[in-house]
């Protein structure tokens, strides 16, 4: 059974931090490309950022550049979104998700295989 659990939201502050995790299991995590997407109610889903498999090529959107940090450790086959300088309108579920693909840019339109729950990130004072 393929799972993706997210874990880490919460509420905060503007200007603070959050580090989300996604585990992963079900699946062989290393030969996906992980991403992390949100949605805000009204809103249109934004893709935020991207890893490759291996760990060393990422992209972000420019709406959360230079704040946020995705990463990967595959041997924990763990994906994480550490989000730094929040501002309110970072408010939203986000979602990791994994697909075949091997691009690396946040502007594609990917084809996900498989997707979690979501966690909610509030960010207000």
């Known amino acids: 059974q393929v799972q993706l659990v997210e874990s880490g939201g919460g509420l905060v502050q503007p200007g603070g931090s959050l580090r989300l995790s996604c585990a992963a299991s079900?699946?062989?995590?290393?030969?996906?490309?992980m991403t992390w997407y949100r949605q805000a109610p009204g809103k249109e889903r934004e893709l935020v950022a991207v890893?490759?498999?291996?760990?060393?090529?990422?992209d972000y959107a420019d709406s959360v550049k230079g704040r946020f940090t995705i990463s990967r450790d595959n041997a924990k086959n763990t994906v994480y979104l550490q989000m730094n300088s929040l501002k309110p309108e970072d408010t939203a579920v986000y979602y990791c998700?994994?697909?075949?693909?091997?691009?690396?840019?946040?502007?594609?339109?990917?084809?996900?295989?498989?997707w979690g729950q979501g966690a909610q990130v509030t960010v207000s004072s």
């Open positions: 079900g699946f062989t995590f290393t030969s996906y490309t």
């Open positions: 998700a994994a697909t075949k693909s091997l691009a690396i840019a946040t502007r594609i339109q990917y084809n996900y295989d498989y």
């Open positions: 890893i490759s498999r291996g760990g060393m090529n990422t």
